[in-house]
């Protein structure tokens, strides 16, 4: 009996073990930071105005005039017209051609490069990044970059009903409804200013309880700052079985309530309709404000005093109960002011105070946001459908709805990562075609509409702030009033990506170790091996799990991803140094084009190898490439990143062996390139140093020197794959087998 308690033990033993490296396995799978497998831009030609040759390879291809005809129903006959009769400077001033949106991807990568590498101060350029990924993924990529830099999030989430017209699987059950929005919301905390960050969520009435719970446990009660109530409707539903659902909420918190203030909103003509002006006071219109307070004269007995009507000479008393609301030095203050009021003919018993307009700035926002102002959920789809007639996304916030939450926020950054048609980005756009603002706006969304709806709607809302039936509609004098704009979109690779590009790499050790007889010294090693640590082993250089060998080619590094139907993979390149950029939380100053060189290789006396090296403009002539990325990390330090190839590691000889020489051939290149040729962008500064510097490729490089030739003392030398590893994977192994 106790022999087979013993079996059953052991062998329950085995399975949990198992589980917990499958399930520790899955969590790596889940947690590690994802690739970039697409990145383009959108930028209007305006911005463009300086770089004819662009200009003249934008308007060669054929993909992206046919993009222009059907975004904004360009008639490309009168375009081709314009395009051979006028200058650059005239044709870019017309009003349908100025604000047109060039979309890199319809141009190869030599294009994107070289637009790219006009750009200063990349980022800071960029005026919003739409993400197609789920937004988990999303969220934790962007944790390095944006941390503690957002001042609004603002989410639409599922309100898991099943009926609500979202196109997120609804109908969770309550609790893993919850977890998932949790999970979320964490990392959306991180990304919020501490001392002025809020965050606004729209949900109903079926997990509104639930939903505070979840974001009280998040920010604390204490950073509750109110319930605001929605009116989506503007008519009641008699259908309805029980009650008219007429409203949603906003349920609203500061990261830190002690230090943030809502922005105030602007006063409505209903609402200034009380100021007059019957007096001509060369300040404006005012109102006649009360002169007496609640105060009672045992309360404020330094507000109780007589005041002389200047007209009538009566001194007047307050009463004892409701004192004045001004001691004698404010009264006085006020009458050399000329705020006080008698009245038309001076003659009133009561003297009232002059408040005026320009003294009483906005109106604190209310927790009642009527549809009046904001909109409802009929003027969302109306709106929507006025740039995409045949969009069949049905549940569209309101632009109203949503201009209102950024000027409550008084956000120059939001984030919405539950984005679904773009109407945050919208808003956005609106805001600052109204006051030439700087707001930015980041997308999240996974759905196929990313690019059937929210994409091209901010296509379509840089182009002209008025559509009809899809179509712009310019103003009285011509315009449409579109706006310079850049934006750029990337594509993550995702969690089922990950799992679909492991590979099995099971060496000759392992093979004799699992085929290793139940009898023999090595069993107990085997049954490890299989319960501990085999999936973690075998999957070392599997695609998705970062192959660093793969970096001797940094452009053709690949996977197979999915289709956002799921229904097929396509092998795609990976965007290594996009991913990277993110990785190290680089705020990206500049992004060079590839420079290309051919190198004649000699040997040195003691053996060393030595390149001289020269550059070239045809790419196919160039052996070599190097490109660099500059920009400043959290911490404020100046990077420089360098990728490059490694084509000597890379080649093979006549009977298919590589070249052991290849690394030393190639870093030899490197060190005539980097010291010597090649046009590192630093800072606006020759004197000013770089921090910190990342190179690809096992290398030998001990200290560069900057554009004087003068040694970098103070600068850090990384490898990328090294890098690239630890903040992949950072947070994602601490529970592993074999990890501390």
């Not at 001033?93 to 790219?116: C, G």
Request: a negative charge; one cysteine or more.
């Amino acid at each position: 009996m106790l022999s087979k308690m013993e079996v059953i033990r052991q062998l329950g033993e085995n399975i949990i073990a198992f589980l917990a490296q499958l399930e520790n396995f899955q969590k790596k799978l889940w947690l590690k930071k994802k690739f970039v497998t697409e990145t383009n831009y959108c930028i209007t030609l305006d911005r463009l105005a300086d770089q004819t040759d662009l200009l003249e390879q934008v308007f060669d291809n054929e993909n992206q005039l046919a993009d222009w005809e059907k975004l904004y129903v360009l008639d490309l006959d009168k375009l081709d017209h314009d395009y051979e009769a006028l200058s650059w400077e005239a044709f870019l001033a017309k009003p349908e051609y100025r604000y047109l949106m060039l979309d890199t991807r319809h141009f190869d990568e030599a294009f994107r490069a070289q637009l790219l590498a006009t750009i200063d101060d990349l980022d800071d350029q960029c005026d919003g990044l739409l993400v197609h990924s789920e937004n988990f993924q999303a969220l934790n990529l962007l944790q390095e970059r944006y941390k503690e830099q957002v001042k609004c999030i603002y989410i639409d989430p599922p309100y898991n009903t099943g009926g609500d017209g979202f196109a997120y699987k609804d109908q969770y059950q309550h609790s893993s409804w919850a977890s998932a929005l949790q999970d979320r919301l964490l990392l959306g905390r991180e990304l919020m200013s501490t001392d002025n960050g809020s965050c606004f969520i729209s949900i109903d009435d079926g997990e509104q309880s639930l939903l505070r719970q979840v974001t009280s446990g998040i920010f604390g009660d204490d950073n509750f700052v109110s319930n605001v109530i929605w009116q989506k409707k503007y008519a009641p539903a008699n259908d309805a079985t029980w009650l008219s659902d007429d409203h949603d909420f906003l349920l609203t918190y500061a990261k830190k309530k002690s230090s943030w203030r809502p922005g105030k909103l602007e006063r409505s003509l209903e609402q200034n309709k009380s100021y007059k002006n019957p007096d001509n006071d060369t300040r404006g219109r005012w109102k006649a404000d009360n002169y007496k307070c609640n105060k009672t004269a045992d309360e404020r007995p330094n507000l109780y005093y007589p005041i002389t009507n200047p007209a009538t000479g009566k001194e007047i008393w307050p009463n004892r109960n409701r004192v004045w609301a001004y001691s004698k030095e404010a009264h006085l203050k006020n009458e050399r002011e000329n705020r006080v009021w008698w009245g038309i003919d001076g003659t009133n018993e009561t003297p009232a105070y002059k408040r005026f307009l320009s003294d009483v700035g906005g109106m604190v926002p209310r927790t009642i946001w009527k549809y009046e102002d904001v909109g409802h959920t009929q003027d969302g789809i109306r709106q929507l459908r006025e740039l995409l007639p045949d969009t069949g996304f049905t549940s569209p916030k309101t632009i109203g709805l949503m201009e209102r939450v950024q000027r409550v926020s008084e956000s120059d950054l939001v984030v919405d990562y539950f984005a679904g048609s773009g109407t945050t980005g919208h808003a956005m756009i609106n805001l600052n075609r109204e006051d030439n603002g700087q707001r930015k706006y980041i997308l999240v969304e996974m759905g196929d509409y990313f690019d059937t709806v929210l994409k091209p709607r901010i296509q379509k809302v840089v182009y002209a702030d008025t559509w009809k039936a899809g179509s712009p509609v310019a103003d009285k004098s011509g315009n449409m009033n579109g706006v310079s704009h850049c934006f750029k979109t990337i594509r993550l690779e995702s969690y089922e990506d990950a799992l679909g590009n492991l590979a099995l790499n099971r060496q000759k050790g392992q093979q004799q170790l699992l085929e290793a007889s139940e009898n023999s010294d090595l069993n107990a090693a085997r049954q490890s091996y299989v319960m501990n640590y085999m999936l973690e082993v075998e999957t070392r250089g599997s695609a998705s799990l970062l192959n660093s060998k793969l970096f001797v080619d940094p452009t053709a590094y690949q996977l197979n991803v999915r289709s956002a139907s799921g229904d097929e993979t396509k092998a795609v390149h990976i965007d290594l140094l996009e991913t990277f950029n993110y990785l190290l939380g680089l705020t990206v100053e500049h992004i060079a084009a590839p420079v290309y060189f051919d190198a004649e290789l000699t040997q040195g006396e003691f053996g060393r190898w030595q390149a001289n090296v020269k550059r070239v403009t045809d790419a196919s002539k160039g052996k070599w490439w190097f490109r660099t990325v500059y920009g400043t990390n959290r911490n404020g330090q100046s990077v420089l990143v360098v990728w490059r190839n490694l084509p000597s590691v890379i080649a093979k000889g006549e009977k298919g062996a590589r070249d052991e020489k290849g690394l030393l051939k190639d870093n030899a290149v490197l060190d005539a390139v980097l010291i010597e040729k090649l046009n590192i962008r630093l800072t606006a500064s020759q004197d000013d140093e770089i921090d910190i510097l990342y190179v690809n490729g096992d290398h030998n490089i001990n200290i560069p020197k900057n554009r004087k030739g003068e040694l970098m003392e103070q600068a850090r030398i990384q490898l990328i794959e090294e890098a690239f590893h630890r903040l992949m994977f950072a947070g994602t192994e601490s529970d592993l087998p074999g990890k501390v």
